[in-house]
């Protein structure tokens, strides 16, 4: 199923997925982990709600609270997430968009770092925490409350900025996408934005 699944064209991304500012935050006082999509003036575009009790991250993105659309899912394809690759996969047709990676060694000793694949599984760039506040975060007593920032780059290039919010309850994560090629779906870097806050602060 998964070679049919790698096979298949990725379907084109609707008009909320080519934005160029999302924002990820994390419900609080509520059971389970659930998170917010947003879009710059704080419209809903996606929730999901983790489900507990699963050897591997399966995670579903729907339209809102009631569960009643699913948009896209992030599936992990190992079972131990601490450097577990996930794919990010369109609900509808269940094509793969592309994957992430977490670099575990280095996101564990260091500053994170995260790769970036197309539907194919080619590493086509990266998601790098700046060096110096990571290596503060780390190592620093008191450290983790300095908020992450980090970048992606394509090909080298600099292409989106995402930066967490500093909040001692929950966590807020925003994207802005600065040269992003137009038609790169935004849900491959909002599934990895969903997985830092809940990956990250897992080993933290």
Known sequence: MKEEQSRQSPPPPSGIWLQDFYRVKKKVLTIGEKYRIEDRSGDLLGFSKQKIFK?????RVYTDES????LFKIQQQQIIDLWGTFAIMDSNTDAILGYIRRKAV???????EWDVYDANNQLIGGIHESKGS??????????MLIPETMTLKLGGNPVADINQKFKLIGDIWELECVNLPPQFDRRVLLGALILMAKIERKYK
């Open 134 to 143: 990571g290596l503060l975060r780390k190592y620093m007593p008191g450290g």
């Open 106 to 112: 280095q996101s564990t000793f260091a500053w994170d």
């Open 55 to 59: 050897l591997k991250e399966d995670i």
């Open 67 to 70: 569960m009643s659309r699913e």
